[in-house]
């Protein structure tokens, strides 16, 4: 027997190895499910390697930083002027939003559904990879020091990355959603059919378990449905890039991922979400009508006593004071119907005055792009749930449909000079 | 492209010091931590294959090339989210035939090692490939076009590193 083992030595050795191997692979296998068991060791490789990336991704950043700062200062003026010409365009189309997210939420708390919100989230910065093509995953820079935990979600502005797969003190392992044994809840934006995405070798994402007789077009978003528990629904994941016939009963779909999976630099871990009973908001949501009266043009003040002075003709709109001296318009014929909401434009650059309120309206009309006339006219004619509160009195008469308007909020004849009654 | 058989007396063995054996495959698997993050492609390219092949042939000492592969499969594996030893058993059977291979073969030369490099690429691959899909149920593909592709990178790369390696090479 010593002679065998002597003469294949080597070969014994090497099966011995192999075979130890083997064995803690399949207790690894077996106990799949606690990660707990190889912690340690991963601990030590880990952090091994994790400090050297650190260091070189701060080093990184830092010569990329003096790079921004020092040399790009150039055309940030212009750069700022258009960065605030953004925010008007988004202000007005985040008061449409905000609008039907009330009118959702109104809905939702009709119907008692749950609302699950992201309440907490820490930024990470990504400083590796598990140095396998044939997993995906990323280490970041933060792990339980920072709160995280196993099975927290990963995400960025652009949409989901993964989970949080193992945590180390000041790192953790991010398996993301294009790893072959990673696993997402899916549903199609406009057909609403739902699936499972997973990851392939190749690093593709694929959506399965969508029958082949449905209807599914390329282009068409991918968002997480929450059923996975990981990821809150909603979460942009990818957008469908071809579809064709699978195996079984199955369409093939691949999705391209909505985040840049290859080129991540800070990611964002959910550590907290909340879930509520979704509860319907009311006067609280800036509408774009409000916004636009805050853009319309403005006259100098006029006294208090000839406030109420409205020519004639042109007894649609009436100042309306707001406690600091100057007067504002409140456009739009609900407007009035929700007083909170309506912002008071500070230090009298309140648009709209008597006399010129008709035709700001209409210039704003003409001033603001389509989905804001749009947004307007839904929010001062269309509001449904609006007219159920109760209406308070209305001190101004409305600057829109004058017509209408003009018999519900006539001033007193006598305030009136020019009234021809 | 010579392939020359050598005679046991013919072996020139080599070995490293403590700081090359140790700090070349921790480089090697920093990097290939770090830069497939930077620079995505190179995530087609397995430095610790290349280094754990490389001192395999170089010390041509079955035991001790199929030890360095173990080391390198098992640190490689624990970076990974997946069950430790899959890169392990790999890396060990390659060591293993590097270091057999290094008695038989000449593998000074560069058509050599190119060659030698590719055919230790695939037999890795071959390897990860049965043991993460018929022992940890992972579910892979295999891809002949792939794998030769990222072989011949692998090789053509393999060979400028054993190069740069060949100069913290010490006669015993």
Avoid at chain 1, 328 to 334: A, L, M, S, Y
Avoid at chain 2, 128 to 140: K, P
């Amino acid at each position: 027997m010593e002679s065998v083992l002597g003469r294949y030595r080597n070969l014994t050795i090497l099966v011995g190895v192999l075979f130890l191997q083997v064995l803690g692979l399949a207790v690894q296998v077996k106990r799949s499910a606690d990660a707990e068991n190889t912690r340690l060791i991963r601990v030590w490789a880990v952090s091994a390697i994790t400090p050297f990336e650190r260091g070189l991704v701060w080093l990184q950043n830092g010569s990329n930083n003096l790079l921004h700062n020092y040399f790009f200062l150039r055309g940030v003026r212009a750069e700022n002027r258009q960065l605030k010409d953004q925010i008007e365009q988004m202000r007005l189309e985040q008061a449409r939003l905000t609008e039907d997210a009330v009118r959702a939420q109104r809905l939702q708390s009709l119907l008692a559904f749950k609302e699950q919100f992201i309440s907490k989230t820490v930024a990470a910065q990504v400083i590796g990879s598990s140095g396998s093509d044939l997993s995906r995953s990323i280490y970041i820079d933060k792990g339980e020091n920072a709160g995280l935990k196993a099975d927290m979600a990963v995400i960025t502005a652009g949409g989901i990355v993964g989970k949080v797969w193992l945590v180390y003190p000041s790192t953790s392992l991010v398996l993301m959603i294009n790893d072959q044994s990673s696993g997402v809840g899916v549903f199609l934006e406009k057909s609403r059919l739902q699936g499972v995405l997973r990851g392939t070798p190749n690093g593709e994402l694929i959506l399965e378990r969508v029958m082949s007789d449905e209807q599914v077009v390329p282009g068409e978003t991918v968002l997480s449905s929450g059923g996975d528990q990981i990821f809150p629904k909603g979460l942009p994941v990818g957008t469908v890039s071809k579809v064709g016939p699978g195996k079984d009963l199955f369409l093939s779909i691949k999705v391209k991922p909505a985040a840049d999976l290859s080129r991540l630099e800070e990611v964002l871990v959910v550590t907290e979400r909340q879930e509520r009973e979704a509860v319907a908001e009311s006067g609280a949501s800036v509408r774009a009508a409000d916004i636009l009266a805050r853009r319309l043009p403005s006259v100098p003040d006029k006294p208090a006593a000839v406030a109420g002075a409205v020519p004639a003709g042109n007894t649609s709109a009436k100042p309306q004071p707001n406690g600091s001296g100057s007067t504002v318009v409140t456009p739009g014929t609900k407007l009035a119907a929700k007083p909170a909401a309506a912002p008071v434009a500070a230090g009298g650059t309140g648009s709209g005055a008597t006399d010129n309120a008709s035709s700001a309206s209409s210039g704003a009309t003409s001033g603001v792009n389509s989905g804001a006339n749009s947004s307007v006219t839904s929010n001062s004619t269309n509001s449904p749930a609006k007219p159920a509160k109760p209406q308070p009195k209305p001190q101004t008469q409305q600057p829109q449909s004058p017509q209408t308007q003009a018999p519900q909020t006539a001033p007193p004849p006598a305030a009136t000079e020019d009234n021809p009654h | 492209m010579p392939i020359t058989y050598t005679s046991e007396e013919q072996i020139e063995v080599y070995r490293f010091s403590i700081p090359v054996t140790v700090g070349v495959p921790l480089l090697a698997l920093f990097l290939q931590a770090f830069l497939p993050r930077r620079l995505p492609f190179f995530s087609i390219f397995d430095l610790p294959l290349l280094v754990t092949i490389y001192f395999g042939m170089a010390r041509r000492n079955p035991i001790s090339g199929l030890f360095t592969g173990a080391a390198i499969g098992l640190v490689q594996d624990m970076l990974g989210p997946y069950p430790i030893g899959i890169y392990g058993i790999a890396k060990t059977v390659v060591g293993y035939l590097a270091s057999s291979l290094g008695v038989k073969l000449d593998v000074e030369n560069a058509g050599t090692r190119l060659l030698v490099t590719l055919g230790f690429y695939l037999i890795h691959a071959a390897v990860y490939f049965g043991v993460a899909r018929y022992m940890v149920n992972l579910t892979l593909n295999w891809s002949w076009s792939r794998g030769i592709l990222a072989g011949l990178a692998n090789a053509v790369v393999g060979v400028a590193l054993y190069f740069v390696l060949d100069k913290f090479k010490q006669r015993t």
